[in-house]
């Protein structure tokens, strides 16, 4: 009992202490191989706003692994994953950009392995950069995608 607590108190102060990640909203999926028993394989699409720069949704579409081990959360799926990323509306920052930073994050197996978006602010061209990969903490997975969203002036009748 004295361990679960020191486990809960470690829990909570740690994500007290970690940066702000978007939620993902899943706008629907397509199998991709039936599974006679568990879910199917199939492809997921996702949609999130990036938490610090308002006027930014970003679609995610991954891999996700079927049969009993997918349908209990113990399969390690796939690094597959493709981003786009558009302007939605007026571009305005909520706090202070920083290179390379998380701005989603989403485990893809038990322990090890997350698919993670990180944003990159190019200057010189006044461009947004998401990259979403895969990392595992043995073997990170050169499998990549990036989408790119200029920074323009909103016109409010689109």
Same mark, same amino acid.
């Given at each position: 009992?004295?361990?679960?607590?020191?486990?809960?108190?470690?829990?909570?102060?740690?994500?007290?202490?970690?940066?702000?990640?978007?939620?993902?909203?899943?706008?629907?999926?397509?199998?991709?191989?039936?599974?006679?028993?568990?879910?199917?394989?199939?492809?997921?699409?996702?949609?999130?706003?990036?938490?610090?720069?308002?006027?930014?949704?970003?679609? #995610?579409? $991954?891999?996700?692994?079927?049969?009993?081990?997918?349908? #209990?959360? #113990?399969?390690? !799926?796939?690094?597959d994953a493709s981003?786009?990323? $558009?302007?939605?509306?007026?571009?305005?920052?909520?706090?202070?950009?920083?290179?390379?930073?998380?701005?989603?994050? *989403? $485990?893809?197996?038990?322990?090890?392995? @997350?698919?993670?978006?990180? $944003?990159?602010?190019?200057? @010189?061209r006044n461009v #947004?950069?998401?990259?979403v990969y895969s !990392? *595992?903490?043995?073997?990170?997975?050169?499998?990549?995608?990036?989408? @790119?969203?200029?920074?323009?002036?909103?016109?409010? @009748?689109?």
């Amino acid at each position: 009992m004295k361990i679960l607590n020191h486990l809960l108190l470690l829990s909570l102060g740690l994500s007290l202490t970690l940066p702000y990640f978007a939620v993902a909203e899943e706008i629907g999926s397509v199998s991709t191989k039936f599974k006679f028993l568990g879910a199917n394989h199939k492809i997921v699409i996702e949609a999130f706003d990036d938490p610090i720069v308002k006027g930014v949704t970003c679609h #995610l579409s $991954r891999a996700k692994k079927g049969g009993i081990k997918g349908s #209990l959360g #113990l399969a390690e !799926d796939p690094s597959d994953a493709s981003i786009a990323c $558009r302007q939605i509306g007026p571009i305005s920052f909520s706090g202070k950009l920083k290179e390379g930073e998380k701005v989603f994050n *989403k $485990r893809t197996s038990l322990v090890f392995k @997350t698919m993670q978006v990180v $944003r990159f602010h190019d200057t @010189t061209r006044n461009v #947004l950069i998401y990259l979403v990969y895969s !990392d *595992k903490i043995v073997d990170g997975s050169p499998k990549n995608s990036i989408s @790119t969203v200029p920074i323009l002036k909103w016109n409010s @009748t689109q």
